[in-house]
């Protein structure tokens, strides 16, 4: 059983249009992630959610929407894509957010934006 | 603004022998140090870590090493095997907040 999975896998979209990502763990964790890794291999923490609840949320455009509908789902809406948006995005999860936990990521989702 | 620094995008190493993976950080409110290995096409997964009170932490052939006052840390793979052929990754953090990653390092492991 994959312990963070994400779909779809790769995700190929016109510049304009309205995609999502989605997001299960099921290792009973309370916190989770979307980060984003760019052309340049960066992986940046763009938000994160503890219980269902934003806990982080770094400098994204108001265009990347989280939604978390239980603790074991971290979902990712994106309006108006753009072609920066161009990237792939990892999903992860922890048991908390403080202290030293471990994250575990998703295989990523591979969006290019056309 | 980059708090975690790998200077070294690619090392290439024999097998058997010692690959050292180098890291540095600025923030010195990290308290909480971690390796993630990659491979195309996959997450990172987890690797070793080692918080800010030690200075050496061992698993297996994997060994952490971290000096504070210069801000930098190491890891260590004795002996490197072809399967550690991946990129990794330094990450570090202060309590209460994500991940801060490095570029990566990509390590090839020649036969």
């Known amino acids: 059983d994959t312990a963070v999975s994400q779909t779809p896998k790769y995700l190929v979209t016109q510049m304009g249009n309205d995609k999502s990502i989605k997001c299960e763990q099921n290792?009973?964790?309370?916190?989770m992630y979307w980060y984003k890794q760019d052309s340049k291999k960066f992986l940046k923490i763009m938000f994160s959610?503890?219980?269902?609840?934003?806990?982080i949320n770094e400098t994204v455009p108001n265009r990347f929407s989280p939604k978390s509908p239980d603790k074991a789902h971290l979902n990712l809406h994106i309006n108006s894509l753009e072609l920066g948006d161009s990237a792939v995005y990892f999903c992860?999860?922890?048991?908390?957010?403080?202290?030293?936990?471990?994250?575990?990521f998703g295989p990523g989702t591979r969006l290019l934006v056309l | 603004d980059q708090q975690v620094k790998q200077n070294s995008p690619s090392l290439s190493v024999q097998e058997g022998r010692i690959s050292i993976l180098n890291c540095d950080y600025t923030?010195?409110?990290?308290?909480?140090f971690l390796w993630y290995k990659k491979y195309p096409a996959e997450g990172p997964t987890f690797l070793i870590s080692?918080?800010?009170?030690?200075d050496k932490n061992e698993d297996g052939r994997f060994t952490v090493f971290l000096n504070k006052s210069a801000k930098h840390l190491s890891l260590h793979i004795v002996p490197s095997q072809p399967g550690d052929s991946a990129v990794y990754f330094c990450?570090?953090?202060?309590?209460?907040?994500?991940?801060?990653f490095g570029k990566g390092t990509s390590l090839l492991v020649t036969p």
């Open positions: 992860a999860s922890s048991h908390r957010l403080a202290g030293p936990e471990t994250q575990y």
């Open positions: 290792l009973g964790h309370d916190t």
């Open positions: 959610y503890n219980n269902k609840e934003l806990i």
């Open positions: 923030n010195s409110m990290f308290d909480y």
């Open positions: 080692i918080s800010s009170i030690k």
């Open positions: 990450a570090a953090k202060n309590s209460g907040y994500a991940l801060n």
